[in-house]
C-alpha cells in the first residue's frame, strides 16, 4: 500500500474515534435532520447498483456495505481512501467479504488499482468532502472512468448547495463545515454536476432528495 501525502483535505476527520459514532451522527442523525435524504434510501441506491465486483471509494465506516445486498454471496470488493484509518475499520467491519484496501487520493493520479475493471464503483458521500480542483469534479470522474468495466455503473451521492432544497439547518451546517474544511461543496450544483458527469458518460440520471443528489453514470466516454 502506497502511503500519499494525507493532509490539507477532508479526509482528516475520518478517524477512528470518529469513525465509531459515525452511524449514528452522520448516517443517521444528519441524513435526516439536515440532509432529508434517509439512509434507507441510501442502501436502496447500494442494493440497486452494486455488483459482485465494486469499488468503494471513501468507504468511511462502512455503514453502507456493511447494510446492502450484494448480488452474489462472495463478492470482491475493493476500498480506496486516503486515510488509512477508515480503510482499517472497513475491513474489520466486512471482514466477512475479505475487502482489499488501496490508500490513494482522488485528487491525484490513481496508482494501478488491483481488481480492476469494476462492474460497480461507490462515490457516496464524497465529491462535497473533496477540496476544489482546478478542474472542479470533472477530474474525479476522468480518473474513474478507466477503472469501470463495459457494462459498469458508477454511483453515489453528494450534499449539494445549489438547485436543490435547502432549509435554514441545511444552510447552517454547510456552511459551518465548509468553515471546518469538512465539506467543500460552495460550488456544488445539481447543474455542475450533471455537467461533469456529462462529459465523462454517455449516460447518467440524477435524483435530488432533499438537499442531495443521488447519481448512476454509464458508458464511460
Ligand atoms: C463523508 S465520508 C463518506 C463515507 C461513506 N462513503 C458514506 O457514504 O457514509 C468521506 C470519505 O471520503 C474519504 N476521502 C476524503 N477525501 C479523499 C481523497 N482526496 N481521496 C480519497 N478518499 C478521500 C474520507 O477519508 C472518507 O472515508
Same mark, same amino acid.
Given at each position: 500500500? *502506497?502511503? +500519499? ?14 469513525? !465509531?459514532? =459515525? ?10 435532520? $439536515? ?23 471513501? +468507504?468511511? @465506516?462502512?455503514? =453502507? ?25 472497513? @475491513?474489520?467491519?466486512? @471482514?466477512? =467479504? ?8 482522488? #485528487?491525484?493520479?490513481? +496508482? ?11 462515490? !457516496? =458521500?464524497?465529491?462535497?468532502? $473533496?477540496?476544489?480542483? +482546478?478542474? &472542479? ?9 478507466? %477503472? ?7 454511483? &453515489? *451521492? ?12 441545511? !444552510?447552517?451546517?454547510?456552511? $459551518? ?15 455542475? #454536476?450533471? *455537467? ?9 440520471? %440524477? ?6 443528489? $443521488? ?7
Amino acid at each position: 500500500m *502506497s502511503t +500519499p501525502d494525507t493532509t490539507d483535505h477532508g479526509q482528516v476527520f475520518y478517524h477512528t474515534n470518529r469513525l !465509531n459514532g =459515525y452511524d449514528l451522527v452522520t448516517v443517521k442523525a444528519a441524513n435526516y435532520l $439536515l440532509w432529508r435524504c434517509p439512509p434507507t434510501r441510501l442502501t436502496e441506491h447500494y442494493d440497486k447498483n452494486v455488483s459482485g465486483r465494486h469499488l468503494d471509494i471513501g +468507504p468511511g @465506516s462502512g455503514y =453502507y456495505l456493511d447494510h446492502c445486498t450484494f448480488p452474489i454471496p462472495d463478492p470482491s470488493i475493493t476500498l480506496l481512501d486516503l486515510n488509512p484509518d477508515p480503510l482499517t475499520f472497513v @475491513s474489520q467491519r466486512i @471482514s466477512r =467479504y475479505h475487502p482489499t484496501t488501496v490508500q490513494a487520493d482522488l #485528487l491525484d493520479d490513481l +496508482p494501478p488499482i488491483p481488481n480492476a475493471p469494476f462492474d460497480s464503483i461507490a462515490l !457516496n =458521500y464524497v465529491l462535497h468532502c $473533496l477540496p476544489e480542483h +482546478p478542474s &472542479g469534479r470533472q477530474g474525479v470522474f476522468a480518473r474513474i472512468k478507466p %477503472l469501470l468495466s463495459q457494462g459498469g455503473v458508477a454511483f &453515489g *451521492s453528494t450534499v449539494v448547495t445549489g438547485g436543490a432544497p435547502a432549509t435554514f439547518l441545511s !444552510n447552517a451546517f454547510n456552511a $459551518l463545515y465548509q468553515r471546518m474544511g469538512a465539506f467543500h461543496n460552495q460550488n456544488d450544483t445539481v447543474d455542475a #454536476l450533471h *455537467s461533469a458527469l456529462g462529459q465523462h458518460f454517455e449516460d447518467h440520471v %440524477l435524483e435530488i432528495r432533499g438537499s442531495v443528489v $443521488l447519481f448512476t453514470a454509464r458508458r464511460p466516454r
